[in-house]
């Protein structure tokens, strides 16, 4: 049985709701875009093409499970080529054990979840065009938070889908590191007046626009070893630090500023 949810969020987009992360159904005249693939518990290719009658190309924003587990119902996905390494291609019984971790659900059973991908990996690059028909995506990489996590610019919207790539915590816990995140939004400040609006993938799909400019701040300090170096408990992650300082009764580690940029990181990655 699924329990994905929807809702059409502009006149081309839908979100799609999974759990605790969202993918988003992109329609242009001609084709259309499915950005991640979700937790992979439950059928989601069935549930998709049951929303649109236009053929759908799935490109995942970045490698992690919660973006990507979703996928074997596909034959073929894009993901930045920077990324591949942290691909995890396993049968659905070595996905239980993160799922349960990433959801806090413990009835998760292995024959809802989606079949191993055995599809082909197309790599995608920094300013790849996308053209939907009347609906255009740019890709913006911001490497920090996976190496090839990407951004996707609905330049007609002026949208830009932020993914997991900058937000409350911007979690350095792949192998990005702070500097390579400065650089990223760096460049993300050369867009800044191509779009009005911010979609992300957790915790509520619309954010205010300008915290991108907290989280350069943040990760600017870790790199000259001036941030808070806040110890936090963060999942399962023996040693996690806030560059800045968070409400730690909080689950979300809010600012305690109220500010909503931050960035979250592993020791080794504070470069
Ligand atoms: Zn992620």
């Known amino acids: 049985m699924n329990h994905f949810t929807h809702e059409r969020v502009t006149h081309n987009v839908t979100k799609i709701e999974d759990y605790n992360v969202y993918t988003l159904l992109i329609e242009g005249e001609d084709r259309a875009v499915l950005l991640d693939t979700g937790l992979g518990i439950g059928n989601l290719r069935e549930y998709v093409e049951k929303l649109t009658d236009k053929p759908i190309t799935v490109y995942l924003t970045h490698a992690h499970g919660d973006h990507t587990f979703g996928v074997g119902w596909w034959d073929e996905a894009y993901l930045n080529e920077d990324d591949f390494h942290l691909f995890q291609n396993v049968e659905p019984k070595d996905r239980i054990a993160s799922i349960k971790r990433l959801t806090g659900k413990d009835d998760i059973k292995v024959e809802d979840l989606a079949p191993k991908f055995t599809g082909k990996l197309i790599p995608y690059h920094d300013g790849d065009i996308i053209d939907l028909g009347g609906t255009t995506l740019e890709v913006v990489e911001i490497p920090g938070h996976t190496p090839g996590c990407s ?63 907290e989280v350069l701040e943040c990760a600017r300090n870790i790199v000259n070893h001036t941030d808070a170096h806040m110890r936090v408990p963060f999942s399962n992650f023996e040693e996690v630090y806030s560059a800045s300082i968070v409400d730690l009764n909080d689950p979300e580690l809010s600012r305690v500023d109220g500010k909503i940029g931050n960035v979250l990181y592993l020791p080794k990655n504070a470069k």
């Open 151 to 213: 951004m996707f610019l609905m330049k007609e919207d002026r949208i830009m889908i932020y993914g997991d790539a900058v937000g409350r915590k911007s979690g350095l816990w792949s192998d990005g590191t702070a500097s390579q995140l400065v650089a990223a939004l760096e460049h993300l400040q050369e867009y800044d007046d191509q779009y009005d609006r911010i979609f992300r993938f957790h915790h509520g799909l619309e954010w205010p626009k300008g915290f991108d400019k």
